[in-house]
């Protein structure tokens, strides 16, 4: 592409090219059938396996797609594998992963001077379709935004996406429409046939330079904060000789990232161990009361410094109430296990604002983290209000009010502050916003988007 003229263009370009330059791919993909647009901030796409994963599924249907992401600086939004503009494309596919992004893609509607109700706009307008994590427990909100949205594992049904993303008019059952509402989702039966495997690696986001391979979707607990372990179920696992195949065939000099509800949960854990005892790896949160030696250890050997748990509630009483299933007991045994196998640094996940919550049940939550202090860890963190949502034993549940919330805040920064434990507290007024959105019908979401994006609304 030549190079942009006005100096805010060039700019922009720029910033999407170190990012672009800072990849391996190990598949490649041009066209302008489709932009594949992830509404947030680079780190966070690339943190995400969909960024390539949706991207190789089309493209290998051949469909053209480029891959695109948002900053709140960007005009022109140009593809990470060509550096075209946006508007070149007739048919925009986002992927909404978090609540808060629809924010984003009505705010990258706005800029390109697109109407942002999907009922405002006309025929030479670009084809606008929404899937992603959200669409699976909500969907008539999106719907507003949306010309259509795709409800579901986009596996089930590639073909016929792929097809209906090139301009055939088909009808998939898990593709919602204004005239098709009552659309079913979708989910993978086996993921074994079509293994997740990434296709790009980025110094950035949270898996730094590692190639990432999904092992498992869906969960086979019960916690009642979480959407995945109620509308995900039945948990679909990768069989250990699949992962041993895939694992075979790429490069021994190359991180990987695993992906799962939680890596603990994998149902032939020595397998697993076994299968990159000679490799480095990463993977996020595990279960307290399945923590064993040997995946520690497999940490350790890759040179991670820290592990993250989540007890999210500090008393029994809590936990019961969010079905988190683990102990006080089970809670101590972990703490001793990673202090066994020679970590120093832990992370640590709390819930607070639960129905029936009081000063002592948040003084606990200290008190769990100063017994990991006392046991020689630095300790880290991190605390987030509960955030009702639908297809949770939460559905219905008001969340608690702003002025309470900060209350308690502020309460457990004290204690945390005066016992030297270092803390980061997600920000009570976005965890709010993610709550009405998360829950809107129809006609609060095009209130909540007027207020927060405006436009022609």
Not at 159 to 177: A, D, H, T, V, Y
Not at 242 to 247: E, F
Request: net charge positive; aromatic share 10%.
């Amino acid at each position: 592409m030549r190079r942009p003229r006005r100096s805010e263009d060039y700019k922009e370009f720029n910033i999407v090219k170190g990012y672009s330059d800072s990849e391996i791919r190990f598949k490649e993909s041009k066209g302008t059938d489709v932009a594949f647009i992830f509404p947030n901030s680079y780190s966070v796409a690339v943190s995400s396996l969909a960024f390539s994963w949706v991207k190789d599924l089309l493209i290998n249907h051949e469909v053209g797609v480029e891959r695109f992401f948002y900053e709140k600086t960007f005009k022109k939004f140009y593809s990470l594998e060509t550096f075209r503009p946006l508007d070149e494309y007739g048919t925009w596919l986002f992927s909404l992963q978090f609540e808060t992004d629809i924010l984003n893609i009505a705010r990258i509607l706005k800029i390109k001077g697109i109407p942002i109700l999907s009922k405002d706009r006309n025929p030479n307008h670009p084809k606008i379709v929404i899937g992603g994590p959200v669409t699976y427990f909500n969907y008539k909100a999106p719907l507003q935004v949306a010309d259509y949205v795709y409800r579901g594992d986009l596996e089930v049904y590639v073909k016929e996406f792929s097809r209906f993303m090139k301009g055939e008019n088909i009808n998939i059952p898990s593709l919602c429409s204004h005239e098709n509402q009552d659309c079913k989702l979708a989910k993978v039966k086996d993921l074994n046939e079509m293994p997740p495997v990434g296709s790009i690696i980025s110094p950035y986001g949270e898996f730094k330079n590692k190639l990432l391979i999904e092992v498992g979707r869906g969960c086979i607990r019960r916690c009642a904060f979480c959407m995945i372990g109620h509308i995900q179920k039945p948990a679909r696992f990768l069989r250990p000789e699949v992962l041993k195949d895939i694992v075979s065939k790429i490069p021994k000099n190359i991180s990987l990232g695993i992906i799962s509800a939680t890596i603990t949960d994998y149902p032939w854990q020595d397998e697993f161990i076994n299968i990159f005892s000679d490799r480095k790896v990463s993977f996020s949160s595990m279960r307290m009361d399945r923590l064993t030696e040997g995946l520690l250890k497999l940490l350790i050997k890759s040179g991670q410094k820290s592990f993250t748990v989540a007890p999210e509630g500090g008393s029994q009483k809590i936990r019961d109430i969010l079905r988190k299933d683990i102990s006080d007991r089970d809670i101590e045994r972990a703490l001793k296990l990673g202090s066994k196998v020679g970590f120093k640094k832990i992370k640590m996940y709390f819930i607070y604002g639960v129905p029936g919550e009081t000063d002592e049940d948040l003084k606990d939550i200290v008190r769990l983290s100063l017994n990991a202090k006392r046991m020689n860890y630095e300790v880290k963190v991190s605390l987030n209000p509960l955030i009702p949502k639908p297809g949770t034993p939460f559905e219905g549940v008001k969340m608690e009010d702003a002025k309470i919330l900060k209350e308690k805040e502020k309460f457990l920064r004290n204690l945390l502050k005066k016992e030297g434990i270092s803390f980061h507290f997600e920000s009570v007024k976005k965890s709010i916003l993610q709550y009405e959105i998360a829950n809107a019908d129809k006609n609060e979401i095009i209130e909540i988007l007027a207020k927060y994006v405006g436009g022609n609304i």
